[in-house]
């Protein structure tokens, strides 16, 4: 697992999925209520403008049956048969203010007559325009207009009235208009009834309005009033539906005749916002058409219905209203629901937190014991307590786990441990001459081992493994120690004598010096039969006999090797080695390939004769290439021969000490390297990866002296020292070495203490060795009784410091 790789608690994960679904089913709840929404929002925004639809044509048809009475009325009032005179505007004038005062939007009642003659009244308070149009004073309450011909020019008489009716000021002037040629007058005595006039801006009140007229007696005079269509903006502007709303009445061209405003009446003409609009207009039926449209980039609503008049006008109402104001009372419901909502999480987040820790302490619990399992202590494992039956199985599971990997990790470390034991018999076996040293290493390793771990002072002090892993992972190291030697030549570790190799080359030797004797009898036979003194040749033949049998004798001596190897026996080998013999056959017939190719000069003619001893190149044998094996990355201090093997017979003969030569030593020696090279390719469990190092170093000196690395004390540890102990004494007084006697075990001991002298072994293990009695316990166990001899501890003790 990526120890960066960032993670979260199960609190947190469960918190998390608990929001986020709550959140997610919250989101999907709300927006299916907003989704909702919107269609009640239209069709609740639909119903509301159809109420209002038909709300405004029944006051528009009020209106109409309004006007159309009042017209009826002045067209039967009889003071108006006749352009009034003073008596007559006196009479008519309180009547005439009265109807308007009835109706709010009416602003004026007028006749003309067929004469060209005109009477108005002006409801001055119908309008502020209406008031400056006719530069009236504040206290003006009516004006009274007359038009009538006089002198034969037309005359326009203005007189501004109080609520009483009394004249403030009048005023005169000369004018053309003749209401014989106004539209409604023509309208008007063209129609056999009342009259609607189209809307449209009456001048003076610079606002809409409709003309309602009829004509009486056939023309003889045309009565009419005129409504203000403000009054209907008003209506239009209480009938608002919805903040914001747009209602406005238009005709067919799309001109409007009435709106909702909130600005000055001046701005009230105008045509539709959008000629979409028109568009419904032009399909849409008394129960009106809703559609949705962007105007200006914004939303709307818009609801077109057509106006039913008395008199047939075609009129219709124009609702606009954005669609967020539709949404208005719905979202105010989904911003309560998600407070609501958020209110709730609040809530249930420290329950669900407290919930998920429930679950969490025996998850954690669990966590610690497995780390138990991690770090192998089995025994330790137990269940772990839980309301939550998953959890309990789990933690039986665990346990359960830990007694089965406990089983099989003692199941492995037996066969691990066979195996070992098998690796170090057979390498023991391979060899009768080391037979036994894989083995006992090991318990003496672990003799004193446990030896150091009782000692209470000294150097040692405070030495322990810390758990049986350690002392199993040293053990093994012990059996391992010399793993390497199951590459290294049998005939090497075997050779009894300095000729040996596959075989003891002393034979071929002793063959030469074979058909030297026979040479000589020969010789003897020769003279003599060419009459040669008998006794002489006699004598002179013995003499020769006796000289190559001293000769080979000395040779096979000095085969066996020894602990010393004077120059002078050197110097008689090399003389001896100079005599000749005569060989009559061909040296290189039946040899291998491998063989043959190390003969790299011309074969001589036969017969030949040839040196008894030599070192001829066939003897040199080449190193190779290292192999995987071999010492090629640097960390071996050990100095390589040139040659692989070198098998000069005088070469071999010469060797001073022993019956190894320096290239048969490093070819020993290797093992170590190879050993820990082995070793190191093995993927050892985290309690075992000491191993290489316990059984690399126990050739190793306090002093750098040793081999492979070349350590010193301070790269040497107590346990690598202990078995450098074992490995010396255990090989001491073994008695199945091919090339000495056993040692008793005073005469291991005290070179035991020679090597503690020269700081190649421990002064504290030599010392532990001998006072704990683990020298003794040993032999007792391991010793022939013959070697077993009194042993001076306290003296070696005392010489060794």
Not at 12 to 24: D, E, N, P, S
Not at 409 to 432: G, R, V, Y
Request: negative net charge.
């Amino acid at each position: 697992m990526d120890s960066d790789k960032k993670t979260i608690s199960i609190r947190v994960t469960v918190l998390g999925v608990f929001i986020a679904v709550a959140g997610l089913t919250a989101g999907l709840v709300l927006g299916l209520q907003y989704y909702f929404s919107r269609d009640l929002a239209k069709i609740a925004a639909e119903d509301a403008f159809r109420i209002t639809s038909e709300k405004v044509g029944e006051r528009i048809q009020g209106l109409d049956s309004q006007s159309a009475n009042l017209v009826e009325v002045l067209g039967r009032f009889y003071e108006l048969e006749k352009f009034p005179g003073p008596g007559r505007e006196s009479r008519s004038l309180p009547l005439l203010a009265g109807g308007i005062n009835q109706n709010a939007d009416l602003y004026a009642i007028y006749v003309g007559y067929d004469t060209g003659d005109f009477f108005e009244l002006v409801n001055l308070e119908s309008s502020d325009y209406v008031r400056n149009a006719y530069l009236a004073a504040p206290n003006d309450r009516w004006v009274v207009v007359k038009v009538e011909t006089a002198g034969g020019n037309r005359h326009k008489t203005i007189s501004y009235l109080d609520s009483g009716f009394n004249v403030r000021d009048k005023r005169e002037e000369i004018t053309d208009y003749d209401p014989r040629n106004r539209p409604w007058f023509k309208k008007a005595t063209a129609s056999p009834g009342i009259i609607k006039t189209e809307p449209y801006i009456f001048a003076n009140l610079s606002s809409p309005g409709v003309t309602y007229a009829k004509s009486i007696n056939g023309g003889q005079r045309v009565v009419a009033l005129d409504i203000s269509l403000a009054g209907l903006s008003g209506f239009l502007q209480k009938q608002r539906v919805l903040p914001h709303t747009q209602a406005f009445l238009f005709d067919k061209k799309g001109d409007i005749i009435a709106r909702t405003l909130e600005k000055q009446a001046s701005d009230t003409y105008g045509t539709v916002p959008d000629n979409r609009l028109q568009d419904i207009a032009s399909t849409a039926g008394t129960k009106g058409r809703l559609q949705s449209m962007t105007i200006r980039g914004k939303d709307y609503l818009g609801y077109v219905a057509r106006v039913e008049t008395v008199y047939g006008t075609e009129e219709f109402l124009g609702l606009l209203v954005p669609v967020q104001e539709t949404l208005r009372p719905y979202m105010e419901k989904i911003r309560f629901s998600l407070l609501v909502t958020l209110g709730l999480l609040s809530l249930l987040a420290p329950i669900v937190w407290y919930c998920a820790t429930i679950i969490v302490k025996p998850i954690n619990a669990l966590a610690l014991e497995s780390e138990k399992v991690r770090l192998r202590k089995y025994t330790e494992v137990g269940t772990v307590k839980s309301n939550i039956t998953e959890i309990i199985g789990l933690s039986r599971s665990m346990v359960t786990m830990a007694s089965a990997i406990r089983a099989h990790e003692e199941s492995l470390k037996e066969l691990m441990d066979s195996f070992i034991k098998l690796i170090a018999t057979a390498i023991d076996q391979k060899s009768p001459y080391t037979g036994g040293h894989c083995a006992r290493v090991p318990e003496l390793s672990v003799m004193l081992a446990k030896a150091a771990e009782d000692c209470t002072e000294g150097p040692l002090e405070g030495f322990s493994f810390n758990t049986e892993d350690e002392r199993h992972e040293f053990k093994t190291a012990a059996w391992l120690h010399d793993c390497g030697k199951m590459v290294t030549p049998e005939y090497i570790v075997d050779k009894a004598t300095k000729l040996e190799t596959i075989y003891n080359r002393i034979h071929e030797i002793r063959m030469r010096f074979e058909v030297l004797l026979r040479d000589a009898e020969i010789k003897y036979w020769k003279e003599l039969s060419r009459g040669g003194d008998e006794p002489a040749l006699a004598r002179t033949l013995a003499a020769k006999q006796q000289e190559i049998r001293e000769e080979f004798s000395f040779i096979a001596r000095c085969n066996l090797g020894g602990e010393f190897m004077p120059g002078d026996s050197i110097r008689r080998v090399r003389q001896i080695a100079r005599k000749t013999w005569t060989r009559n056959l061909d040296d290189r017939l039946g040899l291998g390939q491998t063989e043959l190719e190390r003969y790299t000069e011309k074969a001589p003619a036969l017969p030949c004769e040839e040196p008894l001893l030599a070192d001829r190149p066939e003897h040199y044998i080449k190193r190779p290439e290292e192999t995987a094996l071999g010492n090629t990355d640097g960390r071996f201090a050990m100095e390589v021969p040139d040659l692989l093997y070198n098998l000069g017979e005088i070469y071999n003969l010469s060797i001073s000490r022993g019956t190894l030569t320096a290239e048969d030593r490093y070819k020993i020696k290797e093992h170590i390297t190879t050993t820990i090279q082995m070793l190191e390719t093995l993927p050892y469990p985290e309690n075992m990866t000491r191993i290489p190092e316990y059984a690399g170093a126990h050739h190793e000196t306090l002093i750098g002296t040793g081999y492979p690395r070349k350590l010193t004390a301070e790269k040497i540890g107590i346990p690598a020292r202990i078995m450098a102990l074992s490995d010396v004494f255990e090989a001491l007084t073994a008695s199945d070495r091919p090339y000495k006697k056993a040692k008793t075990l005073n005469e291991a001991v005290r070179i035991l203490s020679f090597m503690v002298r020269d700081k190649h072994l421990d002064p504290g293990i030599f010392k532990l060795f001998l006072e704990s009695g683990v020298y003794m316990e040993y032999a007792e166990r391991f010793l022939d009784p013959s070697q077993i001899d009194d042993v001076d501890v306290a003296g070696y003790v005392a010489e060794t410091g």
